[in-house]
């Protein structure tokens, strides 16, 4: 699976999140939104790893969906945090596209 499907999924993903969120009208969420919202993270937590794998790096989704759930001391704070970190791979994939683009014209050019 490319880099480009594993960053845009993420993204999508953030984006189906945030949509739930959105319609969150009152609390405490009902069992219904909680599993979606858990659904959501999990789908979230599979292409980051898909990312990370790709850049050589080897996470475990359920290790850093634990971990920011138990950081997050509400369900705002982990999204801003899961945003945060989502624009921070966004700026990583720019950058090795952009050196993997330099290599490419280098060879083409030979």
């Given at each position: 699976m490319a880099l480009n499907?594993?960053?845009i999924g993420l993204a999508?993903?953030?984006?189906?999140?945030?949509?739930i969120i959105v319609k969150i009208k009152k609390l405490p969420i009902n069992n219904s939104k909680r599993i979606n919202i858990i659904e959501e993270l999990?789908?979230?937590?599979?292409?980051l790893a898909g990312v990370a794998r790709f850049l050589g790096q080897d996470i475990k989704p359920k290790k850093v969906l634990q971990y920011q759930i138990h950081n997050a001391s509400d369900l705002h704070q982990l999204?801003?945090?899961m945003a945060i970190q989502i624009g921070k791979i966004t700026e990583?994939?720019?950058d090795f596209?952009?050196?993997q683009t330099k290599v490419n014209e280098l060879f083409d050019s030979t």
């Open positions: 499907h594993r960053a999508n993903e953030l984006g189906e999140l945030s949509e999990g789908d979230m937590c599979w292409y999204i801003t945090k990583i994939i720019k596209e952009n050196k």
